[in-house]
């Protein structure tokens, strides 16, 4: 690290507040973030800061003929202006595949590819100055539709080997079985955005050493440390990044975005140099969720039991690859839900295509398939004349039972379980007469109805998703806790590059804590490259694994400390454990305080946490012993009111059933379970990047709509606890599924409410006043 | 970009009469965007915040004379009862963040086909004063727009105020957003009744280039009632009456397929709104129809 950090770096946060696991202790984040005094990767300040801009493709696709920097670079207050072939190492970057320029060299992919750079003393001549930037493009006709760039061999090939960046096949049991009672569709869904409020941004410090001090916020500080080093041609070690305060991320910073333009601005000056986007800049900035076109068709008996499940999935991954080759992992081994299924045939293609590409987002690859499959079920217990939750139940898949692509789950799966809890919990009551306010009506405060043309109706959703890394990634985290005596008390310090996004993960490290070492005071170091990888928080698996990483440390910790006292004492360290800041026999008692123990000493332990192997799939036949390491599931019931005649759809309850293995901190479970759940009713009702010809049509928050506290309605969470006996604690992951199983049962609640096919999600007012009945 | 901050009225319109290009600001809840967005760079802000005046209301000669800078959420404290159209539109503006800062004066000086504040002030026949150092003119509404984002303001006039006649019957508004707060309009309806006129005004937003009235939608409504007496004796009126009407609303929009919508959505939806308001006016006329108006629940 520089010797002196930037102003408005990461705090400390409150080591005081108490709490060990299971109890539902405040963040020690929480009153710095509701006073608005949380420090964001945005307020990073330096003295004699520059300030970068990226000049982006305006084709979404086009080669470039020549670029002039020229009259750029005489715009007085300009430092620097940068293309390819300033890229000090490697041009090239990518999470899966490494396709993606740090700067285009002779093509453009998408519409908003990073082209120039520009460091200037004031964003606003940086702007000024990108525009003078001379970019001759001879523009060429995209390729916008991927189900053509899967099958089309006349397109022109937009990275060498072609465009398809995955193609993989399920195949279990009979693939071409037949049943007495058959349905199918054809489903599509739109491209959703994370929308993070806290744009991009990071402040880029070049250090004495020729490297580079790079303050920021992401999900994963060492894969970005591993892709901008090797862009920027530097050892790792001398490409140091810390962490600022994340504002928000749901996947969305799983990707480089303003990591190398920064440090290489900053190398190039020898200046601090700062990033922001801005909210459009934002939008053309990041991966969004794959959109994706779907065949279904299932096959049952006439008693319900699914028979076979065959499917072709076409994911958009857009211009690069970032997370697409997971996203067809994902979208294939899960696609057709939590459901035993004797006969199985599905396909997964992801492709390149001339739109925005397309990357990690919460449910990644599982949201997708779920608005089919269940959409399936429903149509299946309507040819079956059977009850919705009914024909799940009968097909659910439980512990024991096997996937399609081999694995048995040995571990609960409590599929039914949920499916019955969440049809049981208290539904609204009906209003026979308009409610008293507007605003719980269809169109809420807009005053489109007062009762005319309301229709009620409930809809089901469950599904399954994955959790940790898959298919044979080694997926580990590292901690570091350091413990030692300040002022009289003991005071633990954990370190790891784990990056809370907002998802509670300091909260629950601080827990870990203070139960494994019978201590109250835990301090969060901030995050940065001087400890081991912690990975992605992403896959919701943070507490899994950094939670086991801490928990290893921590008995580290404790081990020494113990030996010295079953040392000294004479008794067995088996009888002995901490607690309220003392050791403690079993046998015998209070047997020393820890002050006592650890006098001046530091004790420090580094541990890393590795889950059970998992190993890839089949490349014919997607089998594989054990392709994920664990799945999580919920169940959603929804009940909404629909104006028929105008489109608009009111959610009147939204309503959960987890399995969430453990909770370690109950409150925040909920608050996943809230926050994942109006994540997937904005993309049953409104959340939708349009995009026209390659180019994003709605980049800002006026038109890209995400939910507010009157389209999201209140909640029944029924959490259980089912523990996994491979995970920490039995955890499970929970942030994913309630974004997945949200959004299927509130479609299917327009569904009933409507009758109207409506195969294409989010669902929009023109689509149920013209969509043909089901 | 040089900012002018004026203290006074007559400061003002010198300002913009040295300054023709300045872009006059209020709330800043349009300007502010814009410029975010860079759709727009003006050379100068004309800040309006410092007059007192501009922020404030009164009545003459039975009008009421809102001042161009006067917050939403003022107009619906303190003229909700006697615009309650009007109170209703500004209710649909935004958050009440937004509603604290933005004008109505803004509204109309941006004249977006989508702004929430326009129908009610067409439905209502109201007048825009503006005003520069030549002197000052009153423009009916309907005459201010003069295309999309586009108005009949001089380069050195700024919009004072908006007279507007307290109402006399019922009035609503309905507007169409894909989100149930906090949303741009897909489109918008307004009616408000005229019973000592024996009139029918209305005012659709999103629905054209310019807001604008469904004139024969008006006509057709105020002649079927007059000729059937419904305003001494007001009855139910007949289903064939509100089909007729909606349908005529519909008929007076043009509306465009873009990010928000399609024009035959929007279509659609401008004569159920149409037909619903106006139930929700007639009902309340017949219950009260000596009411001026009251607030709606919202």
Not at chain 1, 284 to 302: Q, W
Not at chain 1, 425 to 440: F, K, Q, T, V, Y
Not at chain 2, 29 to 54: A, W
Not at chain 2, 222 to 229: K, V
Request: proline share 7%; aromatic share 4%; hydrophobic share 40%.
């Amino acid at each position: 690290m520089s010797d002196h950090a930037p102003a408005r770096s990461p705090q400390d946060l409150d080591d005081s507040i108490a709490g060990g696991i299971g109890e539902s202790p405040t963040r020690p984040d929480g009153a710095l973030k509701v006073r608005g005094e949380y420090a964001y990767a945005s307020d990073l300040w330096a003295e004699d800061m520059l300030w970068g801009a990226t000049l982006r493709s305006p084709h979404p696709y086009a080669r470039i003929r020549s670029i002039d920097i020229g009259p750029a670079l005489a715009t007085p207050g300009v430092y620097a202006v940068l293309t390819h072939s300033d890229v000090p190492g490697e041009n090239l970057y990518g999470l899966k595949i490494v396709d993606q320029p740090v700067l285009a060299v002779d093509v453009v992919r998408y519409r908003g590819e990073a082209v120039a750079l520009v460091a200037a003393d004031h964003p606003e001549t940086a702007r000024r100055a990108m525009e003078r930037i001379e970019v001759d493009y001879e523009v060429l006709e995209p390729i916008t539709d991927p189900e053509l760039a899967a099958h089309d061999t006349t397109l022109p090939e937009l990275h060498p080997g072609g465009n398809v960046v995955r193609h993989q096949p399920i195949v279990k049991g009979d693939p071409e079985a037949s049943a007495d009672v058959v349905v199918s569709g054809l489903y599509t869904l739109g491209m959703q955005d994370q929308a993070f409020l806290g744009p991009e941004a990071g402040l880029a410090v070049p250090a004495p050493d020729g490297g580079v001090d790079l303050y920021l916020a992401t999900q994963d500080l060492h894969s970005d440390r591993k892709q901008t080093a090797q862009a920027l041609g530097l050892p790792p070690e001398k490409v140091r990044m810390t962490m600022s305060g994340v504002g928000g991320a749901f996947g969305g910073r799983e990707d480089l975005s303003i990591q190398v333009h920064c440090s290489m601005l900053a190398l190039h000056t020898g200046k601090p140099v700062k990033m922001v986007y801005d909210r459009e800049e934002s939008f053309h900035g990041h991966v969004h969720r794959h959109p994706a076109k779907m065949y279904y068709e299932h096959g049952a008996t006439r008693d319900g039991d699914l028979v076979y499940v065959r499917a072709t999935l076409y994911f958009d991954g857009g211009a690069y690859a970032s997370k697409t080759p997971v996203v067809v992992g994902n979208g294939t081994t899960l696609g057709i839900g939590p459901y035993a299924v004797p006969n199985v045939r599905i396909e997964g293609w992801g492709l390149y295509t001339n739109n925005p590409p397309c990357g990690a987002m919460r449910g990644l690859g599982a949201v997708q398939p779920a608005l089919a499959y269940e959409a399936q079920m429903d149509k299946l217990a309507d040819a079956l004349g059977m009850d919705p939750v009914e024909v799940r139940i009968r097909n659910a898949l439980s512990q024991g039972g096997t996937t399609p692509t081999g694995q048995v789950l040995d571990y609960p799966a409590p599929v039914a379980e949920l499916l019955d809890r969440v049809r049981r919990l208290p539904l609204p009551a009906e209003h026979d007469s308009a409610p008293a306010d507007i605003r719980d009506l269809p169109g809420g405060a807009s005053n489109t109805t007062h009762g005319e043309g309301v229709v009620r109706g409930i809809g089901y959703g469950v599904c399954i998703k994955n959790i940790c890394y898959a298919e044979g990634a080694d997926d580990y985290s590292t901690a570091r806790v350091r413990l030692q005596i300040i002022g009289g008390e003991p005071l633990a310090v954990v370190h790891t590059a784990a990056a809370e996004v907002g998802q509670g993960l300091v909260t629950v490290q601080q827990q870990i804590a203070r139960t494994e070492l019978g201590v109250e005071r835990v301090n969060i170091h901030p995050n940065d490259t001087d400890v081991g990888p912690a990975g992605s928080s992403s896959a919701s698996r943070q507490t899994y694994v950094t939670g086991g990483a801490v928990r290893n440390a921590c008995e580290a910790v404790r081990d020494v400390l113990l030996q010295r006292v079953a040392a000294r004492s004479g008794e067995s360290i088996g009888d002995l454990s901490l607690s309220g800041g003392k050791v403690v026999s079993s046998a015998t008692g209070v047997l020393a305080d820890l002050a006592d123990v650890i006098g001046d000493d530091v004790i420090e332990e580094t541990r890393e946490y590795h889950h059970r192997e998992t190993y890839p799939l089949d490349e014919e036949l997607g089998t594989s012993e054990r392709a994920q390491v664990q799945h999580a599931f919920s169940a959603h019931r929804a009940v909404v009111d629909v104006d028929t005649e105008l489109g608009l759809v009111k959610v009147v309850q939204l309503d959960c059933s987890q399995d969430v293995g453990k909770a370690m901190n109950p409150e925040a479970v909920i608050g996943q379970i809230q926050g994942g759940s109006a994540q997937g009713l904005g993309l049953a009702v409104m959340e939708e990047i349009r995009v026209d010809g390659g180019t994003i049509r709605n980049a800002s928050f006026t038109d890209y709509l995400i939910p507010t506290i009157l389209d999201m309605p209140p909640m029944n969470i029924d959490v259980i606890e089912r523990a996994d006996p491979n995970s920490p604690y039995g955890v499970r992951g929970v942030g994913e599924p309630p974004t997945i199983s949200s959004t299927p049962a509130v479609v299917a609640a327009i569904r009933a409410a409507t009758g109207k096919a409506l195969t294409h999600t989010p669902v929009a007012p023109e689509h149920i006043i013209a969509d043909i009945p089901r | 970009m040089d900012f002018l901050r004026p203290t006074s009225w007559r400061d003002a319109l010198e300002a913009k009469a040295h300054h023709p290009d300045a872009t006059p600001i209020a709330g800043g809840t349009d300007v502010m965007v814009e410029i975010n967005f860079d759709h727009r760079r003006p050379t100068s802000l004309l800040d309006l915040t410092g007059i007192d005046e501009l922020a404030s209301w009164s009545e003459h000669g039975g009008k009421l004379r809102i001042g161009a800078g006067l917050p939403y959420t003022r107009l619906i404290d303190e003229l909700g009862d006697r615009l309650p159209g009007l109170a209703i539109a500004a209710r649909t503006v935004g958050s009440p963040q937004i509603r604290n800062r933005g004008t109505l004066g803004g509204n109309l000086a941006s004249a977006s086909p989508a702004g929430d504040g326009h129908p009610p002030l067409l439905a209502s026949g109201a007048e825009v004063e503006v005003e520069s150092v030549r002197g000052t003119r009153l423009l009916p509404v309907e005459e201010f727009f003069t295309g999309v984002k586009r108005h009949a303001l001089a380069s050195d006039e700024l919009i004072s105020a908006v007279h507007i006649a307290p109402a006399t019957g019922a009035q609503q508004f309905s507007k169409i957003g894909t989100r149930n707060a906090m949303v741009i309009a897909v489109c918008t309806f307004a009616i408000a009744l005229h019973p000592e006129r024996q009139r029918v005004g209305t005012g659709l937003g999103s629905a054209a280039p310019t807001p604008l009235r469904a004139i024969e939608a008006e006509e057709f409504l105020s002649g079927e009632l007059a000729d059937s007496g419904q305003w001494d004796s007001p009855r139910p009126l007949d289903d064939s009456v509100v089909r007729q009407f909606g349908d005529l609303v519909a008929r007076a929009a043009s509306p465009i397929d873009d990010v928000r919508s399609t024009a035959d959505y929007r279509t659609h939806a401008l004569g159920v709104m149409a037909r619903r308001t106006l139930g929700w006016v007639w009902d309340e006329y017949r219950n009260h129809p000596s009411s001026t108006g009251r607030p709606e629940c919202a």
